[in-house]
Nanobody
Framework: QTHLEESGGGSEQSGGSLRLSCVVSGYAIKTFCMGWFRQAPGKQRESVVIISGDGSTVYSDSVKDRFTISKDNAKNTLFLQMNSLKPEDTAMYYC??????????????????WGQGTQVTVSS
């Protein structure tokens, strides 16, 4: 059974850090495209970063140089290290998997399996 479960969200002050985790069951993440998306209240869900099976990454301009995606293939877990947090990073963060080795465009419709999300709130 395929399941993605996020954790690590919470409340932080501006400039702080959080580390999100996404434990995957049912797929070996080393062979699939994975991604982190977020959705703020009243806004559409947007891509934060994606990582292909070969480890190549594409970041959103808004998080580049602040956020880092990584994965532990042995633990089948995806991570998102978020540093220098800003109030505009406040959102529900989702882990997603695309049933393909390579990622295409950073679009929601290309991803096949989603977690339930973890809330990140950044105060100024």
């Amino acid at each position: 059974q395929t399941h993605l479960e996020e954790s690590g969200g919470g409340s932080e002050q501006s400039g702080g850090s959080l580390r999100l985790s996404c434990v995957v069951s049912g797929y070996a993440i080393k062979t699939f495209c994975m991604g982190w998306f977020r959705q703020a209240p009243g806004k559409q869900r947007e891509s934060v970063v994606i990582i292909s099976g070969d480890g190549s990454t594409v970041y959103s301009d808004s998080v580049k140089d602040r956020f880092t995606i990584s994965k532990d293939n042995a633990k089948n877990t995806l991570f998102l290290q978020m540093n220098s947090l800003k109030p505009e990073d406040t959102a529900m963060y989702y882990c997603a998997l695309r049933q393909s080795y390579y990622c295409g465009a950073r679009v929601e419709r290309d991803f096949d399996v989603w977690g339930q999300g973890t809330q990140v709130t950044v105060s100024s």
